[in-house]
């Protein structure tokens, strides 16, 4: 729909059509019909919004401030520009999620700077900028810190790129700074120094997030910051700041609703151990902890005071075991969300069964995932604890290195609500290992059971009947990704003509080929992207499908020493920006 | 006292007598986790042809996949790098490690590690320079830690400061108290102090 200039039309309430139907569009003023949907927030409903016809569309779209684009090349800044005038705020993701896992090149792309140009011409009121897995360049820091004097907010997820210099940018000129959060963007060349530069009267921060800063900070200058924020309420530090060091920031902000401690392992004396300890008494507003680096038993109970109110607690930093695990539990009786080291094991996860009635998401991570030894970690036994203690489970991600049908079936028996159910066996094509069969029934049981799951992990080892089983049951199913499984093309199929609400598709190393791929022609146009790597795809059925369907960017990345016949990796995506002009030489755009 | 050993079990012929479930000449590390180039590669035309000959390949891969004990797969399991630990070696049997502080000087907090996941001295101070962000640099008897700009050193049963790399490695790994990395001037006096 060509966007149309602005224009108001009002027009009386009895100028209705010659056979009596009214047209309610011309009923409404646009004033009216710009402040009604001024209200709308989420994205998906105002793209539902501007479908319904030109006027709706066109206020729609001026009264759009927040911009989401799950796939930065499915759209190109200038189409953005043209549509939308009035952004305040802007959400970008770019790589693929198995970029995460360090399977795309280097410079694969994802680049921000373009988009940055475009938004300091078209939005020059630019507040707030989410990216998630984008490269952002220290040259784009200067560029967003002096483009836009409203900037208020910048969030880096899995960012890489940028070094101390362009953090540096930020801080000195963005004087109107609450929020600052790298979070997971570990970048090797990223200094601490660019915490020293805000400027002496700088006040406004609110969320200061660089957990994993791999650099230390100066704690001078962090502690004249904390203590000049009044208004900090997220405060999340890396290892570098030790125990005796937080207790001073904790005086200085006794509000935070969330925390990320440092370092958890210092010799303090008697009187810096009660120190902290009323420092954390003192923070009843705590609501999120994270950090807790080399916590041990003797100084977790420090914590206890401030534990009351928790509600997500995040110890993936934290290696404990289960008897540690245990007597901290006892003290969070509200949590909602818990993340945990497997070295607590499955007793250390009955305790979260016994403790955590509220629980609605766990995360259990590795702490060895090389580690082939079968003895540690957890099993399907921690799980079925979990499940029979925390009826609200809605997310899990848990990383085992056994399992059974069994066990899954009765943990879905108990949990029907699950919204995302990530199951990852780390040995691939691992059967069942009591009954020695496929993992087939588990899966099934969780398609057929959890009626509301949009996000599904599979593993283990599985045949096409799972997939089968996913494409007859998992009709809110968005998001599948998928290791080392299925028997044949009919699996991908299954899924591809099940799940009518699928958006986000990822392979690795299954038996698929072209003809499960360009099953899915119709589909992923409908869908946000394909990923597949390692499956039986040539270059001529990518290239096949890239000729029948024009509007999908189909791109391949040549795995070194693999022959000219291979697609090794295989990204598919919609877009109507037409193929991409930034991709490197080994990524080739068919 | 290794060489003694291994001359008495090779008298003995140990290993052909041992019970074991496996089939003789399997390996004990049985589970093997495929790497990503044995994932079944179905030649071009047979998959031009028809899809369905990926269960074949998907069987004969399997058959010819050798055990590869440690062998990993890129990316796989999907974990984050920012999670695996870099800095805090594998606390796998935490009952039984032998943890250590380190301690550098001029720097702020301490560390620990576990002296019992490394296999030897080459392998201990590259985690110390991970870790710490600094190099060590050549180790020689007489010299110690020449030219670098760090020296490590430890702290032994008796109280004594030592130069790492003094002792053999599994004398280091049961007298060793605590570690110090300190600057390489002030290391000059602690070398060859056998």
């Given at each position: 729909?060509?966007?149309?200039?602005?224009?108001?039309?009002?027009?009386?309430?009895?100028?209705?059509?010659?056979?009596?139907?009214?047209?309610?569009?011309?009923?409404?003023?646009?004033?009216?019909?710009?402040?009604?949907?001024?209200?709308?927030?989420?994205?998906?409903?105002?793209?539902?919004?501007?479908?319904?016809?030109?006027?709706?569309?066109?206020?729609?779209?001026?009264?759009?401030?927040?911009?989401?684009?799950?796939?930065?090349?499915?759209?190109?800044?200038?189409?953005?520009?043209?549509?939308?005038?009035?952004?305040?705020?802007?959400?970008?993701?770019?790589?693929?999620?198995?970029?995460?896992?360090?399977?795309?090149?280097?410079?694969?792309?994802?680049?921000?700077?373009?988009?940055?140009?475009?938004?300091?011409?078209?939005?020059?009121?630019?507040?707030?900028?989410?990216?998630?897995?984008?490269?952002?360049?220290?040259?784009?820091?200067?560029?967003?810190?002096?483009?836009?004097?409203?900037?208020?907010?910048?969030?880096?997820?899995?960012?890489?790129?940028?070094?101390?210099?362009?953090?540096?940018?930020?801080?000195?000129?963005?004087?109107?700074?609450?929020?600052?959060?790298?979070?997971?963007?570990?970048?090797?060349?990223?200094?601490?120094?660019?915490?020293?530069?805000?400027?002496?009267?700088?006040?406004?921060?609110?969320?200061?997030?660089?957990?994993?800063?791999?650099?230390?900070?100066?704690?001078?200058?962090?502690?004249?910051?904390?203590?000049?924020?009044?208004?900090?309420?997220?405060?999340?530090?890396?290892?570098?700041?030790?125990?005796?060091?937080?207790?001073?920031?904790?005086?200085?902000?006794?509000l935070l609703t969330e925390l990320g401690t440092g370092s958890f392992l210092q010799e303090l004396t008697p009187?810096?151990?009660?120190?902290?300890?009323?420092?954390?008494?003192?923070?009843?507003?705590?609501?999120?902890?994270?950090?807790?680096?080399?916590?041990?038993?003797?100084?977790?109970?420090?914590?206890?005071?401030?534990?009351?109110?928790?509600?997500?607690?995040?110890?993936?930093?934290?290696?404990?075991?289960?008897?540690?695990?245990?007597?901290?539990?006892?003290?969070?009786?509200?949590?909602?969300?818990?993340?945990?080291?497997?070295?607590?094991?499955?007793?250390?996860?009955?305790?979260?069964?016994?403790?955590?009635?509220?629980?609605?998401?766990?995360?259990?991570?590795?702490?060895?995932?090389?580690?082939?030894?079968?003895?540690?970690?957890?099993?399907?036994?921690?799980?079925?604890?979990?499940?029979?203690?925390?009826?609200?489970?809605?997310?899990?991600?848990?990383?085992?290195?056994?399992?059974?049908?069994?066990?899954?079936?009765?943990?879905?028996?108990?949990?029907?609500?699950?919204?995302?159910?990530?199951?990852?066996?780390?040995?691939?094509?691992?059967?069942?290992?009591?009954?020695?069969?496929?993992?087939?029934?588990?899966?099934?049981?969780?398609?057929?059971?959890?009626?509301?799951?949009?996000?599904?992990?599979?593993?283990?080892?599985?045949?096409?009947?799972?997939?089968?089983?996913?494409?007859?049951?998992?009709?809110?199913?968005?998001?599948?990704?998928?290791?080392?499984?299925?028997?044949?093309?009919?699996?991908?199929?299954?899924?591809?003509?099940?799940?009518?609400?699928?958006?986000?598709?990822?392979?690795?190393?299954?038996?698929?080929?072209?003809?499960?791929?360009?099953?899915?022609?119709?589909?992923?146009?409908?869908?946000?992207?394909?990923?597949?790597?390692?499956?039986?795809?040539?270059?001529?059925?990518?290239?096949?499908?890239?000729?029948?369907?024009?509007?999908?960017?189909?791109?391949?990345?040549?795995?070194?020493?693999?022959?000219?016949?291979?697609?090794?990796?295989?990204?598919?995506?919609?877009?109507?920006?037409?193929?991409?002009?930034?991709?490197?030489?080994?990524?080739?755009?068919? | 006292?290794?060489?003694?050993?291994?001359?008495?079990?090779?008298?003995?012929?140990?290993?052909?007598?041992?019970?074991?479930?496996?089939?003789?000449?399997?390996?004990?590390?049985?589970?093997?986790?495929?790497?990503?180039?044995?994932?079944?590669?179905?030649?071009?035309?047979?998959?031009?042809?028809?899809?369905?000959?990926?269960?074949?390949?998907?069987?004969?891969?399997?058959?010819?996949?050798?055990?590869?004990?440690?062998?990993?797969?890129?990316?796989?399991?999907?974990?984050?790098?920012?999670?695996?630990?870099?800095?805090?070696?594998?606390?796998?049997?935490?009952?039984?490690?032998?943890?250590?502080?380190?301690?550098?000087?001029?720097?702020?907090?301490?560390?620990?590690?576990?002296?019992?996941?490394?296999?030897?001295?080459?392998?201990?101070?590259?985690?110390?320079?991970?870790?710490?962000?600094?190099?060590?640099?050549?180790?020689?008897?007489?010299?110690?830690?020449?030219?670098?700009?760090?020296?490590?050193?430890?702290?032994?049963?008796?109280?004594?400061?030592?130069?790492?790399?003094?002792?053999?490695?599994?004398?280091?790994?049961?007298?060793?108290?605590?570690?110090?990395?300190?600057?390489?001037?002030?290391?000059?006096?602690?070398?060859?102090?056998?």
């Amino acid at each position: 729909m060509d966007p149309d200039p602005k224009k108001s039309k009002f027009l009386p309430s009895n100028l209705l059509n010659s056979n009596g139907s009214s047209h309610p569009q011309s009923l409404f003023p646009d004033e009216v019909l710009e402040k009604v949907l001024s209200l709308i927030d989420s994205h998906k409903d105002r793209n539902s919004v501007s479908l319904v016809c030109k006027d709706w569309y066109n206020a729609e779209r001026w009264t759009r401030s927040n911009l989401f684009i799950g796939n930065c090349y499915s759209v190109s800044p200038e189409i953005v520009a043209r549509r939308f005038p009035k952004i305040k705020s802007v959400r970008l993701k770019g790589k693929p999620r198995f970029s995460d896992f360090d399977m795309l090149p280097r410079d694969w792309g994802a680049n921000v700077h373009s988009w940055l140009v475009m938004f300091a011409k078209a939005y020059p009121f630019l507040e707030e900028l989410r990216l998630k897995r984008m490269t952002v360049s220290d040259q784009s820091m200067e560029l967003l810190a002096k483009s836009f004097p409203h900037f208020r907010a910048l969030s880096l997820s899995s960012c890489d790129g940028f070094t101390d210099d362009g953090l540096k940018a930020i801080t000195t000129h963005c004087g109107n700074l609450t929020e600052l959060d790298i979070r997971d963007s570990v970048t090797v060349d990223v200094g601490g120094g660019w915490l020293s530069c805000f400027p002496e009267d700088f006040s406004s921060l609110e969320i200061l997030n660089f957990s994993s800063l791999n650099s230390e900070v100066s704690f001078e200058a962090l502690e004249k910051l904390v203590s000049r924020c009044r208004s900090l309420r997220v405060l999340k530090v890396n290892e570098s700041i030790t125990l005796d060091q937080l207790q001073r920031l904790l005086v200085h902000a006794p509000l935070l609703t969330e925390l990320g401690t440092g370092s958890f392992l210092q010799e303090l004396t008697p009187r810096q151990y009660e120190d902290i300890e009323s420092a954390f008494g003192n923070s009843k507003n705590l609501q999120v902890l994270s950090g807790l680096w080399d916590a041990t038993s003797f100084y977790l109970p420090v914590l206890y005071g401030a534990c009351s109110g928790l509600t997500f607690l995040n110890l993936s930093d934290a290696v404990l075991q289960s008897g540690e695990l245990a007597k901290l539990l006892a003290h969070c009786p509200n949590l909602r969300r818990l993340w945990v080291i497997d070295t607590v094991e499955d007793k250390g996860l009955e305790a979260v069964g016994s403790s955590c009635p509220l629980l609605e998401e766990l995360r259990v991570f590795p702490v060895d995932p090389y580690d082939l030894d079968h003895r540690h970690g957890v099993s399907e036994m921690g799980f079925l604890a979990v499940s029979r203690g925390c009826r609200k489970l809605r997310y899990v991600l848990y990383f085992c290195r056994r399992m059974t049908n069994a066990a899954v079936v009765t943990i879905v028996q108990n949990c029907p609500d699950f919204t995302h159910f990530r199951l990852c066996i780390m040995n691939p094509r691992q059967p069942d290992y009591l009954t020695n069969e496929t993992m087939d029934e588990a899966f099934g049981a969780v398609a057929k059971t959890c009626t509301k799951l949009r996000r599904l992990s599979v593993s283990g080892l599985l045949t096409d009947t799972t997939f089968e089983y996913i494409g007859k049951y998992a009709k809110n199913l968005e998001t599948l990704s998928v290791a080392f499984a299925g028997s044949s093309d009919r699996g991908m199929q299954c899924v591809l003509e099940g799940c009518p609400k699928l958006r986000k598709l990822e392979i690795r190393d299954c038996p698929f080929g072209n003809a499960a791929l360009l099953s899915g022609l119709k589909k992923y146009e409908m869908m946000r992207s394909l990923w597949m790597s390692s499956c039986n795809l040539t270059m001529k059925g990518c290239r096949l499908l890239a000729r029948e369907m024009p509007r999908l960017n189909v791109e391949v990345i040549k795995d070194k020493g693999s022959d000219e016949i291979q697609a090794d990796k295989v990204y598919v995506y919609r877009s109507v920006a037409g193929p991409r002009q930034d991709a490197p030489p080994v990524v080739l755009t068919l | 006292m290794e060489g003694m050993i291994m001359a008495h079990e090779s008298d003995l012929n140990l290993k052909a007598t041992e019970l074991r479930l496996g089939l003789p000449g399997t390996d004990e590390c049985e589970e093997m986790v495929s790497a990503a180039k044995n994932n079944k590669r179905a030649s071009p035309e047979s998959v031009e042809e028809s899809g369905s000959k990926g269960t074949s390949a998907v069987k004969s891969s399997e058959h010819e996949t050798a055990p590869a004990p440690k062998a990993q797969i890129v990316g796989w399991p999907p974990v984050r790098s920012y999670r695996k630990n870099n800095l805090q070696p594998k606390k796998i049997e935490s009952e039984s490690g032998i943890y250590v502080k380190v301690s550098m000087d001029g720097a702020p907090y301490l560390r620990k590690i576990d002296l019992k996941v490394y296999k030897g001295y080459p392998e201990l101070l590259k985690a110390l320079e991970t870790m710490f962000k600094l190099t060590i640099g050549e180790y020689s008897e007489r010299e110690g830690y020449k030219g670098s700009e760090y020296a490590p050193a430890y702290e032994d049963k008796d109280g004594d400061l030592m130069l790492v790399g003094d002792v053999p490695w599994d004398m280091f790994m049961s007298s060793c108290k605590r570690l110090r990395i300190m600057k390489g001037s002030e290391a000059r006096g602690l070398g060859g102090a056998l």
